[in-house]
Nanobody, 115 residues
Framework: QVQLVESGGGLVQAGGSLRLSCAASGSGFTVNAMGWYRQAPGKERELVASITSGGTTNYADSVKDRFTISRDNAKNTVYLQMNHLKPEDTAVYYC?????????WGQGTQVTVSS
């Protein structure tokens, strides 16, 4: 069984920064792609960023040049550095990991950006 534990959400003013972390725990598994989705109230869940085990990244247009995704394969951990945050970034952020093709989800962490 794979579990994902997220940390790093919170309240920040517009223009500020936050760093999210998500660690996959368990044993005997290979993690392929990892990434982050977010869901704002009344909206569908959307992909924010993803990263392959080889380090290839993909970003939503709305976060390009502001967010950076990275991972530590030895720790099965993915990070999301969020800079220049905007009120429209307010959402619950969910990490995921494909192990190896099944997508597992974290519990979600709230990010609130005040104007």
């Amino acid at each position: 069984q794979v579990q994902l534990v997220e940390s790093g959400g919170g309240l920040v003013q517009a223009g500020g920064s936050l760093r999210l972390s998500c660690a996959a725990s368990g044993s005997g598994f290979t993690v392929n792609a990892m990434g982050w989705y977010r869901q704002a109230p009344g909206k569908e869940r959307e992909l924010v960023a993803s990263i392959t085990s080889g380090g290839t990244t993909n970003y939503a247009d709305s976060v390009k040049d502001r967010f950076t995704i990275s991972r530590d394969n030895a720790k099965n951990t993915v990070y999301l550095q969020m800079n220049h945050l905007k009120p429209e970034d307010t959402a619950v952020y969910y990490c995921y990991a494909r192990v190896p093709v099944i997508k597992y989800w974290g519990q979600g962490t709230q990010v609130t950006v005040s104007s």
